[in-house]
């Protein structure tokens, strides 16, 4: 089957939470790859450039067969992709969704564009890929974009909602958005709201987070865990596996992942180059999800 159910991000919004709980419901498939990015890729223009970017670039299925065949042994009520850069190039995705199918289920989570923008760049810092401070990293995006850096570099872009958001309604009226706020402060709720969305019962919810930004506290640590060509922690995966299980060997190293990180808190002048346009974008973000989110407003 094609997927017909997209969690098109945003990226840092606690969609890899989503994704790994929803991973609990037999009514949902999920391919092995999590962000296949395939729908965006012809908005795009390779090779990247930032630093980093060629491995990112690896796990792009840009092949429409390959991409397809992510979800031949689909056999549960929807196939969903995962790949969070969908709401970023929102013309580009939007067509190809709807040449996918009909009637799609879609599903945005929203995060307070400050938090948002520090994540993702604390995400980069993690990675040893960033390395300018936060301030002057604003002041390089509009430069790195037009050297075509990859869009998790967008730190300011990348949190401007409004307009993508607004292209989206439009193309599917029906679409949920959720808040990550919401995520954070009821899970309960949240998950309820997605399910009854998806017309599924609520699976089995975990508190682990994943994917968390934050500067390792242990380096050494970090890569080990990291590192996709790392023997020693290869090994170590395939033994810890053979006896736990591959779901419980991820959700362990997630934890102590996440244990390793401490979150550095942002100086807010740092975001005096670009408080005006967010304040005005979560204004208009406000307006047509019909919601108040003076919460977010500094």
Known sequence: MNPNFFLIGVAKAGTTAVF????????????????????????????????GD???????????????????????????????????????????ISKLCTHPKIVLILRNPYERMYSAYQHLVRDGR????????????ELRISE????????????????????WKSAFPDMLV???????????SFYSTLCNYLEIPIPEVSNIRFNSSGKPKNALLHRFLNSTDNPAF???????????????????KS?????????????????????????????????IIGRRMDQWLR
């Open 54 to 96: 060629d491995e990112a670039e690896k796990n792009i299925v840009k092949e429409r067969t390959a991409y397809l065949s992510l979800f031949e042994e689909a056999n549960a009520n929807y196939a969903c992709d995962a790949s969070v850069d969908s709401f970023y190039y929102a013309d580009t995705c939007i067509n190809e």
């Open 20 to 51: 790994e709980n929803l991973k609990n419901s037999s009514d949902v498939f999920f391919p092995h790859v999590k962000e296949p990015k395939h729908l965006s890729v012809k908005g795009l223009t390779f090779p990247f450039k930032g630093p």
């Open 178 to 188: 959720l808040l990550k706020d919401d995520l954070d402060s009821d899970p309960n």
């Open 255 to 287: 934890r102590i992942n996440s244990q390793n990180l401490v979150k550095e808190g942002v100086v807010s002048s740092d975001y005096d180059l670009v408080v005006g346009r967010v304040n005005e974008d979560i204004t208009r973000t406000s307006e």
């Open 148 to 167: 075509n850096y990859e869009f998790i570099w967008h730190y300011l872009n990348a949190s401007l909602y409004a307009d993508r958001l607004a292209k």
């Open 234 to 252: 290869q090994f170590t995966k395939r033994m810890v596996r053979s006896v736990v299980g591959g779901r419980a060997t991820y959700l362990l």
């Open 130 to 141: 960033e390395q300018l401070s936060f301030a002057e990293a604003l002041k390089a995006e």
